[in-house]
């Protein structure tokens, strides 16, 4: 696997960095002590929404081991943590943002809200002083329900009484209402998508130390994109000077979106370690996760398809209600806007499309990106009301997709976006042979048999990845760019270390982005290090979320290697004594073309660095490059799933009897890793249809606040999954013609899953079934549907 | 973390002995309700009193027709018994679906029994075998041993040495777990015994219970169907985040018919 010759694009290589994380020897947050080590502890909110009369800190700061306590009023001077994207009203004017203050100031909004930092010598003595701060909270009454916060008589910030942070719309109203008097059937749902806890195996960690002699600070910090990090911390909360503050996500268990954001935890302790003049360790406990870590998805939503007598899709009108939670998280406001409302063409022509969106504020965690993010809800809404529309007009679902499907590219939907290519003919035909639909009848039928109800459900997703053109971003609210970065360093021996603004969490980017790099330069796997996690190492980064670093982490890393392989050249053909025309670069070798004269890549290397015969008049010595790349456009990977369940009638429980993928995630590096990403995704969106739910009582305590009560999905809650990568149509925008493949598993399975659980109960005039459907829940729906 | 004490003796006797000195002490009988509660701060012991030394309660042997469990004993070891497989194949695989690998290599029968949590599997087998619990001081029948939720008979200091499982003709465990603890939303028991049917309830309530409706109509025939028709009454059952008491209710007479099938 690691001859160069055979090439490595499209290998099923093993991950390099398995050795490590399966010996033992990755190193994590919590795993890194510092001399001089100090902990904190945070006090949390128990109370939903309360005014802070007083915080009396006499007594902790007085305990065993304690060496300071701060509140709200010590950090009065920071700014709050920031919103990145800017939405704004159908009136145009901007949404509310109240102030995320760091520690609370006069208000918590959340169980779980941060009100002081206990810092002591052991990690046990903080959390035994944290208990004797003692905080006069005046209990205020909670704003929890999505659908109903608007209509709450509290308002969770006084900026906005009614709760609503924004209604934004995209799409055509006029057009689209207009195509409504005109149809023939029209199909409506109203249902919810579930509230999700992300579940990092590793819960977010922070170590913060200040450097005296240096005035600068070194984060380490369990986090998806250490760059922007440093800049939203430094810039926009703690007016620090971003050169002086080193941010390191060393290896990181897992993020699912919950670590792309800047917390209050990481930022207090940057802010407390010069007070301290002590690095300064927390490690979330696990109950910390579930209370603190921001939350996905959440909305409550009221979708119709129009259609005419043929089964065509004339228009489709979605109004959905969007938790944000307390208080804006870094992308919080993005989320079930531009990655949501822009999806709902999904794989199909509907010609008008309208959304309307209104993100509310309520008394629980912040809400933001978890994995799919905004799409997996626009999935969930195009996919069911599809499906449903098909069992209305009793037309076979897979046939009413094809007769809708997007055949011609690039296609321009209704809702912005541009899809650059796509066969959704292909991987719906690919995913029907691998999940033996015809054999599904046989199938129900020995079920029946049985006593059991089976059922089937395609859902044929759309996303829109490798984000994101930072000029469009920011026509649309982006206050950031959204770029990556990449730098090759080649050594004078031929090895090469890579510095990516990717963040691997589990992608196994160190192997497939090694593979990128010696595929390219015909040099032995083995040769390549890709480096990533470090503001000290790696000149930018824009970290990894939305299924973007190969797509773009990837494609800056090329383009550094253009420029390593054009200055090579250069060299080369000084050496060769040839035209710099002539060289050619293939298989390791720079050649003179036509001839056996050649010089080897560590040549090269060598020359650059010890320039002895090199023209120094008109090269610099050294063979080192950096790139930036800023995609053009998105890209739009896409597949097919099919999902066929049994019901158990006299439980209500659900097994999952088969799940076949199909996904068109254009040109495939590594398809093992591939394969995983896929098995991963499946796991979390089946978790969301059968299991997850994040519950709040009305009282705004967390009732699904530990694994007793919050059901993450195991091994055994999961069929085998039939998996394919289909062919595929390369992306047509990026050089190595890939689209990302992160996310897809999460956001097509949930309406593929309960499609098939309404296609079991159909029979009993079921047309929903809320997610989750734990055996409960379907209980209920059967007992309802079937009670006279 | 609070300083605790920490004993562990090599007897019975010894054990008793300390839990009459020190009697905040917590009986550490595997850990595995005990231990996370102390984490979650729900439980702060001034020390602890540890049987894992004490090997006159580890084990199992027959005594005439009773399988006899020893209160240390792992429910690993239960269900690799091939006395308990043989005998009661019941327990054997009740014992087998118990948490996870890890508790089921910590966690014993006595610690089970002792604190009685209204969702374990134990107390479903000894209430629905008509099992006897042996303590350093006394027998006590299944009947008179729990007492609602986290209570039992047992007298402060009290220590379960072992428990005498009854061979039944026929009997069947069926678990239906709550999703995300996998602890019995509700599990039914039901054994044909020397002295007649007994159909034991975990899961459902503030703690175990027999259900008598069932175990006359199976008296009468031992018969899947037999159970067809009966309904269990809501009150008094778990309402919960997981499952409402009519859910419940249902769920015991589903159950109770799909043991009937197995245990045939």
Not at chain 1, 39 to 63: N, Q
Not at chain 1, 181 to 195: E, I, M
Not at chain 1, 477 to 484: M, Q, S, T
Not at chain 2, 180 to 194: C, D, P
Request: glycine share 10%; with cysteine; hydrophobic share 40%.
């Amino acid at each position: 696997m690691n001859d160069p010759k055979a090439g490595f694009i499209g290998k099923s290589v093993e991950r390099k960095e398995d050795f490590r994380f399966l010996s033992g020897s990755g190193q994590y947050t919590d795993d890194i002590t510092l001399p001089r080590q100090s902990y904190g502890y945070f006090v949390r909110s128990p109370h939903a929404h309360a005014k802070i009369r007083g915080i009396d800190t006499a007594a902790a700061a007085k305990a065993d081991g304690v060496l300071g306590v701060f509140t709200g009023k010590d950090m009065a001077g920071v700014g709050g943590l920031p919103c990145g994207w800017q939405i704004n009203n159908l009136d145009g004017t901007p949404m509310k943002e109240p102030k995320h203050s760091v520690l609370a100031e006069g208000k918590v909004c959340y169980v779980g809200d941060h009100v002081a930092l206990v810092v002591a010598e052991t990690a046990a003595q903080a959390k035994a002083a944290a208990n004797l701060v003692d905080v006069d909270y005046e209990i205020l009454p909670a704003v929890v329900d999505t659908a109903t916060a608007d209509q709450a008589k509290t308002a969770v910030h006084d900026i906005a009484p009614n709760n609503v942070c924004y209604v934004w719309g995209c799409g055509d109203k006029a057009a689209t209402d207009a195509a409504f008097t005109k149809a023939a059937h029209v199909t409506k749902l109203h249902f919810a998508n579930n509230r999700l806890i992300p579940n990092a195996i590793e819960p977010r960690a922070a170590n913060a130390a200040y450097d005296r002699a240096g005035d600068s600070y070194t984060l380490y910090v369990s986090n998806q994109n250490p760059h922007v990090e440093r800049l939203l911390m430094t810039a926009f909360v703690l007016g620090l000077p971003e050169h002086k503050v080193r941010v390191v996500a060393p290896d990181v268990g897992g993020g699912f979106g919950s670590k792309i954001y800047l917390y209050a935890e990481e930022t207090a302790l940057v802010w407390a370690s010069k007070r301290i003049g002590r690095p300064i360790k927390w490690t979330a406990e696990r109950s910390e996760s579930f209370l603190s870590d921001a939350h996905g998805r959440d909305h409550v939503s009221t979708v119709e398809l129009a259609l005419d007598k043929n089964g065509k899709f004339l228009a489709l009108r979605v109004h959905t209600t969007a938790n944000m939670g307390a208080y804006l998280s870094t992308f919080a406001s993005c989320i079930p806007t531009i990655l949501y409302a822009t999806l709902l063409a999904g794989q199909y022509t509907t010609p008008a499309i309208y959304c309307e969106v209104k993100a509310v504020f309520t008394n629980t965690a912040p809400v933001d990106a978890y994995r799919g993010a905004g799409r997996p809800e626009a999935t969930y809404v195009v996919e069911r009301i599809v499906e449903t529309a098909a069992r209305e007009l009793k037309i076979d679902p897979a046939e009413l997709r094809r007769r809708n499907f997007i055949k011609t590219f690039p296609y321009a939907t209704p809702v912005g976006l541009t899809y650059d290519t796509g066969d959704y003919d292909a991987t719906l035909t690919r995913a029907i042979e691998l999940a033996d639909v015809k054999g599904f009848a046989a199938r129900k039928a020995e079920s029946t048999k049985k006593g059991l109800l089976r059922g089937l459900g395609y859902s044929c997703y759309i996303e829109a990845c490798g984000l994101a053109p930072s000029n469009i971003a920011g026509a649309l609210g982006a206050r950031a760019g959204l770029f990556e970065a990449g730098e090759v360093r080649v050594h004078p021996t031929g090895k090469v270390t890579v510095f990516t603004g990717s963040h691997s969490h589990g992608q196994g980017h160190e192997t497939t982005f090694a593979q990128v790099v010696a595929d390219r330069l015909g040099i032995p796997l083995d040769d390549v290090d890709i480096q990533h996690g470090d503001t000290g190492k790696v000149l930018f980064g824009m970290g990894t979320y939305g299924s973007r670093s190969i797509a773009v982490g990837g494609t800056a890393i090329m383009k550094a290697i253009d420029k390593v392989v054009a200055k090579g050249r250069k060299i080369a053909a000084h050496l060769l004594e040839a035209s710099e025309a002539d060289i050619e670069f293939a298989n390791g070798e720079f050649r003179v073309a036509g001839t056996d004269r050649k010089k080897a890549f560590a040549e090269v290397s060598l020359a650059a660095y010890v320039p002895h015969n090199y023209p120094l008049d008109k090269l610099e010595p050294g063979l080192n490059e950096n790139a930036f790349y800023d995609p053009t456009n998105f890209t739009y990977p896409a597949g097919s799933y099919v999902c066929e369940v049994e019901v158990d009638p006299e439980t209500g429980v659900v097994r999952i009897d088969r799940f076949a993928a199909c996904d068109d995630f254009g040109n495939v590096i590594n398809p093992m890793i591939v394969e995983g990403q896929v098995h991963g995704g499946l796991a979390q969106g089946i978790g969301q249809a059968l299991l997850e739910h994040g519950i709040y009582n009305e009282d705004g305590q967390l009732v699904t606040g530990s694994y007793m009560d919050y059901a993450m999905p195991r091994a055994d809650d999961l069929p085998k999954f039939t998996v394919e990568t289909a062919k595929g149509t390369p992306c047509t925008h990026n050089p190595l013609g890939v689209k990302g493949c992160g996310e897809a598993g999460a956001i097509g399975s949930p309406a593929a899953v309960i499609n098939a659980i309404t296609d079991a109960l159909s029979h009993m005039g079921v047309t929903d079934v809320p997610m989750p459907a734990t055996p409960h829940t379907v209980w209920k729906t059967i007992r309802a549907a079937t009670r006279v | 973390m609070e300083t605790m004490h920490y004993h562990r003796p090599a007897s019975v006797a010894d054990a008793v002995k300390l839990a009459g000195q020190h009697g905040d002490d917590k009986i550490l009988a595997g850990g595995q309700s005990t231990l996370p509660s102390v984490r979650l701060g729900l439980l702060a012991p001034t020390g602890w009193i540890d049987l894992a030394g004490i090997t006159e309660l580890q084990g199992l042997c027959m005594d005439g027709n009773n399988v006899v469990i020893g209160a240390m004993t792992m429910h690993a070891a239960v269900a690799a018994s091939k006395d308990v497989q043989s005998r009661i194949p019941a327990l054997a695989h009740l014992a087998g679906g118990i948490g996870d690998r890890q508790v089921r290599n910590r966690g014993t029968i006595g610690g089970s029994l002792a604190n009685n949590d209204p969702a374990a599997c134990y107390p479903a087998a000894v209430l629905g075998l008509g099992a006897t619990i042996q303590t350093d001081r006394r027998k006590i029948a299944a009947d008179d041993y729990f007492k609602g939720l986290y209570e039992t008979a047992l007298a402060a200091g009290e220590i379960i040495t072992a428990v005498h499982f009854p061979v039944p003709a026929k009997a069947a465990y069926v678990k239906f777990k709550q999703p995300a603890s996998r602890f019995a939303l509700v599990g039914v028991f039901v054994a044909q015994t020397a002295s007649g049917v007994r159909v034991a309830v975990t899961g459902a309530g503030p703690g175990v219970f027999r259900v008598k409706a069932l175990e006359d109509r199976l008296g009468a025939k031992f018969a899947p169907e037999s159970c067809d028709g009966v309904s269990v009454p809501a009150a008094g059952l778990n309402t919960d985040l997981h499952a409402s008491a009519d859910y419940r209710a249902h769920l015991i007479t589903v159950l109770a018919k799909r043991a009937v099938a197995a245990a045939a």
